[in-house]
């Protein structure tokens, strides 16, 4: 059986919680995903290839963290 909703306004601290704990969860399986790709029985890359993704991963990461700290700085494409 469903929760039943309550007639009440979702607190801000309460929506933050819900959002970004279900973001943060999408976020870490495509993490696990990305991992996928180092069987290299199926796939064939470089260091270069691993430098680009972790410094584009580590790059974003901190962009995130300078938004929440009201610090802003983006860039939004990746490519190998």
Known sequence: MGRKKLNRVETPEERFKRVA???TRVILDKLRLLGNCSNRHIY????????KIFIALNTRVKEIRNK?????????SFKL
């Open 21 to 23: 704990e279900y973001r």
């Open 44 to 51: 064939k890359y470089t260091e270069k290839d691993l430098d």
């Open 68 to 76: 929440f700290e009201n610090r802003t700085t983006s860039s939004d």
